[in-house]
């Protein structure tokens, strides 16, 4: 008799919402979700970029996403959280996100191309997951343009 191994799992997402609209991040990317905290601005950054978070001995750049994708400013409300990802091995990076509160497995075949090219290389794959309720992929690869990245992630010896 064969043994068959269970299907994996699909991958858990956090969920929030910027406006009306929902969206997933990977949860494998997220490494806390918090309450907002009081940033450091950054002088000539763009609008989006809402400021430096000090945490735990690091300083860690974080963006508006509502600005990013929208051009306003995110809601600040008691369920607006900073969310601070792993944007590289060695590098975090925070988002200010609304309604980021749960946290939900997305199953990988029941995802959909958005069926246009917006150009924006981190809006992913879309799912439905009702009527009238569609979740939106976010990629954290693309999400900061090279010149933008260059300026909060400067090589290390430009400090030396």
Same mark, same amino acid.
């Given at each position: ?43 000539? %950054? ?27 400013? %995110? ?8 969310? &601070? ?9 925070? &988002?200010? &996100? ?63």
């Amino acid at each position: 008799m064969a043994l068959t191994s269970a299907p994996e799992p699909a991958p858990l997402h956090l969920l929030f919402s910027l406006g009306a609209d929902r969206y997933a991040l990977p949860a494998s990317v997220v490494r806390k979700v918090m309450p907002l905290q009081r940033l450091k601005h950054v002088p000539e %950054a763009p609008a989006w970029v809402a400021g430096l978070l000090s945490y735990r001995g690091e300083i860690i750049p974080v963006l508006d996403l509502c600005q990013r994708i929208f051009g306003h400013m %995110a809601r600040h409300s008691i369920n607006t959280r900073l969310v &601070l990802l792993h944007y590289s091995p060695t590098q975090s990076l925070g &988002l200010i &996100l609304e309604k980021a509160n749960q946290v939900v497995r997305l199953p990988s075949l029941a995802q959909q191309p958005m069926g246009l090219d917006a150009g924006v290389p981190y809006l992913g794959s879309v799912q439905a997951q009702g009527p009238g309720d569609v979740i939106q992929r976010i990629s954290i690869e693309g999400l900061l343009p090279p010149d933008v990245a260059q300026m909060l992630f400067p090589p290390e010896d430009r400090h030396a």
